[in-house]
């Protein structure tokens, strides 16, 4: 069973920056690609980035490219969610996911049946 924490979130004014983490409770280097997902109130949860097992792949959604940066270390078994020139429209409470499933060189954004392990959430709010 693979637990993951979420940390970081807060309030920020527009164009600031924020970095979210993702704990993990063992390994997921080489056995779990690690994907970033979102739900505004009101909305379907998006997918916002992902790194594959391996680290070597990553994928970003539309809305994001650009502006937010994803990266593993692998020695402290965390995925981080760099955000800058966040915007209104950002605020959300961001999740992270393990993926079992996915060959370590690739990360699924958009199958989240795919992933199987769900951190509690941290809300980001973006406002002036």
């Known amino acids: 069973q693979l637990q993951l924490v979420e940390s970081g979130g807060g309030l920020v004014q527009p164009g600031g920056s924020l970095r979210l983490s993702c704990a993990a409770s063992?390994?997921?280097?080489?056995?779990?690609?690690i994907g970033w997902f979102r739900q505004a109130p009101g909305k379907e949860r998006e997918g916002v980035s992902c790194?594959?097992?391996?680290?070597?792949?990553?994928d970003y959604g539309d809305s994001v490219k650009g502006r937010f940066t994803i990266s593993r270390d692998n020695a402290k078994n965390t995925v981080y969610l760099q955000m800058n020139s966040l915007k209104p429209e950002d605020t959300a409470v961001y999740y992270c996911?393990?993926?079992?499933?996915?060959?370590?060189?690739?990360?699924?954004?958009?199958?989240?049946?795919?992933?199987?392990?769900w951190g509690q959430g941290t809300q980001v709010t973006v406002s002036s």
């Open positions: 063992r390994r997921t280097s080489d056995y779990y690609a």
């Open positions: 996911a393990g993926d079992p499933w996915t060959v370590h060189v690739m990360c699924h954004l958009k199958r989240l049946d795919e992933y199987d392990y």
């Open positions: 790194i594959s097992a391996s680290g070597g792949t990553t």
